[in-house]
């Protein structure tokens, strides 16, 4: 019986396989599955449907079609990567160091801005280049809002004059 080592949110689970016909979508489900059955608040999702995700080979970095067989893609014992869409990779993840390239700008993993929430830890990260960046919803609105002042300024030739304390 295949068995293979996902890598899901900085844990590592040994997922056997019955059949090498079962699917790479199969094998990515069942890694979240056993991921959320270990965690007190089942990883923060409601469901395994509701997650969505790459995977990728640790081995090269390739990244798997969900509709390929097992049997087709990957060999027994194999290392592979299940990346959740909006998570922001850790940075202990060391089989893709082994390879001497960066997985995380690969998987265009993002973090979201908000105005509010930025760490320095994250402001760091983004400067390493281990994801990449979003506005939320809110935050497009906000800057909409302010090119409209902007343009509404420009167009009613207003001058905008700051005083400064002395």
């Known amino acids: 019986m295949p068995r293979y080592t ?7 689970l040994a997922v056997p396989c019955q059949t090498g016909t079962n699917t790479v979508r199969w094998l990515g ?16 999702f409601a469901s395994v449907e ?3 995700f790459c995977v990728r080979r640790c081995k090269g970095l390739g990244l ?4 390929d067989t097992l049997e087709d893609t990957l060999e027994d014992n194999e290392f592979v990567e299940v990346a959740i869409e909006g998570d922001v990779m850790s940075s202990d993840f060391i089989a ?3 390879e001497g390239v960066d997985l995380y700008p690969l998987l265009s993993i993002y973090i979201y801005l908000d ?10 990260n983004l400067g390493k280049g ?3 960046i979003k506005l939320t919803p809110e935050a497009e609105a906000k800057v909409r809002q302010s090119r409209e002042v902007i343009e509404r300024i420009v167009k009613e030739q207003t001058g905008i004059f700051f005083s400064f304390p002395t």
């Open 6 to 12: 996902v890598h899901v949110r900085g844990e590592w």
């Open 29 to 44: 489900k069942e890694a979240v599955r056993r991921y959320m059955k270990n965690k007190p608040d089942n990883g923060g």
């Open 50 to 52: 509701e997650v969505k």
């Open 64 to 67: 798997l079609d969900h509709d």
């Open 96 to 98: 893709s160091k082994l």
């Open 115 to 124: 105005g509010n929430s930025l760490t320095p830890e994250d402001l760091v």
């Open 130 to 132: 281990l994801y990449k």
